[in-house]
């Protein structure tokens, strides 16, 4: 279904094309209505720009999650990611949200991240939910890691998301496919 809040670019045409008419308009027949056209055409432009920084659709606030938690992996902080979970959190591994945090903790401690590149992202939608699959190249420091290696890990993770009666998005659960091009879980990566 189309959403246009998801779209304001075809507004944005549409004031563009408005603007473009009434200047043709002023010019060619009548300058007063050329004048109205040309105010409705910058009115329009405007109004797209606004319903696009006012509004943040499904896509983006999920994506405003991702982006949120990879910094904080990057920072070695597991505060920013709890505001992000949802209070139900569950995974293979970790039944609750704390738990999730807790190993998100250790891992911090040990492992230097530098930087996290996404190599693709693919999301569905469905309603209420949403899946993503975050394929990414993780670079480890081997000044901050305990394991002093260094180097440069593969990642892919599937991520629910789910929202809430307050409409907005939390990660619900989470799950490692597979950790440079091996099949993984959080069992393995417990290791």
Same mark, same amino acid.
């Given at each position: 279904?189309?959403?246009?809040?998801?779209?304001?670019?075809?507004?944005?045409?549409?004031?563009?094309?408005?603007?473009?008419?009434?200047?043709?308009?002023?010019?060619?027949?009548?300058? %007063?209505?050329? =004048?109205?056209?040309?105010?409705? &055409?910058? $009115?329009?432009? *405007?109004?797209?720009?606004? #319903?696009?920084?006012?509004?943040?659709?499904?896509?983006?606030?999920?994506?405003?999650?991702?982006?949120?938690?990879?910094?904080?992996?990057?920072?070695?902080?597991?505060?920013?990611?709890?505001?992000?979970?949802?209070?139900?959190?569950?995974?293979?591994?970790?039944?609750? %949200?704390?738990? =999730?945090?807790?190993?998100?903790? &250790?891992? $911090?401690?040990? *492992?230097?991240?530098?930087? #996290?590149?996404?190599?693709?992202?693919?999301?569905?939608?469905?309603?209420?939910?949403?899946?993503?699959?975050?394929?990414?190249?993780?670079?480890?420091?081997?000044?901050?890691?305990?394991?002093?290696?260094?180097?440069?890990?593969?990642?892919?993770?599937?991520?629910?998301?789910?929202?809430?009666?307050?409409?907005?998005?939390?990660?619900?659960?989470?799950?490692?496919?597979?950790?440079?091009?091996?099949?993984?879980?959080?069992?393995?990566?417990?290791?």
């Amino acid at each position: 279904m189309f959403n246009p809040l998801e779209t304001p670019w075809l507004l944005l045409i549409v004031g563009i094309l408005t603007l473009i008419i009434g200047t043709w308009v002023r010019d060619s027949l009548s300058p %007063k209505i050329g =004048l109205w056209l040309i105010l409705a &055409g910058v $009115f329009i432009a *405007a109004a797209a720009f606004a #319903i696009d920084y006012a509004f943040q659709t499904d896509y983006e606030q999920v994506r405003h999650l991702i982006d949120i938690c990879k910094k904080a992996a990057v920072a070695g902080d597991s505060r920013p990611i709890g505001p992000c979970i949802s209070e139900e959190y569950a995974d293979s591994v970790h039944p609750t %949200k704390s738990a =999730l945090l807790a190993y998100a903790d &250790g891992i $911090f401690k040990t *492992a230097g991240i530098s930087k #996290i590149h996404f190599r693709s992202m693919t999301f569905q939608f469905s309603g209420d939910s949403a899946h993503a699959d975050l394929n990414m190249a993780v670079f480890l420091d081997p000044k901050k890691s305990s394991v002093a290696m260094g180097g440069l890990l593969f990642v892919e993770i599937g991520v629910q998301f789910r929202k809430e009666n307050n409409n907005r998005w939390y990660i619900n659960s989470a799950e490692i496919e597979s950790v440079n091009n091996n099949y993984a879980n959080w069992n393995v990566a417990n290791r």
